[in-house]
């Protein structure tokens, strides 16, 4: 007999502290959903659904209209018939399933997580206070500015920087094929370790990025090409073997991505999206369950948000379901 389920849920947003800047242009809040399923002897189950657009997800009206449209009971059945084309609400509705009653946490340490830097110089000051917190990896935007001079700044940070640090690029696809050229020449140049570059070019330039990752030492990883479990399976069946940054709050059915990364043993490297702990906590499970080359965890953003995070679970004023 399939249990039954009540529904209830809450959108929220979160200002960061300062604005977050990266090659889609200014975010000043972070918007979500956070959902709770009560079984029928009162146990609880917390879930998230923070979708983001123009990474592949659904937007964020697309997921409230699903929530609204939704029984007040439902089933674990209607659970897992969430179509892939809303991969936010799947991870949100399953990870909600499975934390049911658990309430277990997964605990990091900060040297286990990379920290994000600002764009730009504000990175050359932030690193510092990070380093003293435990930080060891940190990862910086690049394809924001003018590239003579992010290669300036990149310059003055890995010389700043301990040898012991690693540091990770992101270009969130906005760089052209000559730069992502003289940027990857400068990582293997470098005197500290760049673990890899994120995302060099656009989606739509796989071949490409397979080209530059057989050309240079340092390794590229997929970021926006493998956002949803559907381009991740199908990136790797056209040969991609190296980095694979997964957003769990965003790939889709939680259930479904631990039986891809069993099967094909990837080098996965767990990422946030901006999301609160309720979620962070569910993608954590994940990351500690399917990580297979102690890589740091890419979860080290609560600093950007302007305020301590709430206990949403004891502050929950909810609509449900009509």
Known sequence: MLSNYELSFRPIARKFAR??????????VREAIILRLTDTTGKTGWGEIAPISWFGSETLEEALDFCRQLPKTITEERIFSIPDDLPACQFGFESALEEMGSGEDVTITNAQFSALLPAGEAALH????????GYRTFKWKIGVGEIAQ???IFDSLIKSLPASAK???DANGGLSYQEANSWLQACDNSPIAIEFME???PVEQFSQMLELSEAYTTAIALDESVATLKQLAACYAQGWREVFVIKPAIAGSPSRLRKFCQQHEIDAV???VFETAIARQAALKLATELSRYNRAVGFGVNHLFKEEEE????NF??????
């Open 126 to 133: 932030q690193w510092r206070g990070l380093w003293e917190e």
């Open 317 to 322: 004023s909810f609509h449900q379901t009509e």
């Open 270 to 272: 767990f990422s946030s």
């Open 150 to 152: 992010e290669l300036k």
């Open 167 to 169: 540091l990770r690029l």
């Open 19 to 28: 604005s977050l800047v990266t090659s889609y242009g200014v975010w000043e």
């Open 199 to 201: 995302q060099p070019l």
């Open 311 to 314: 206990n949403w679970q004891d």
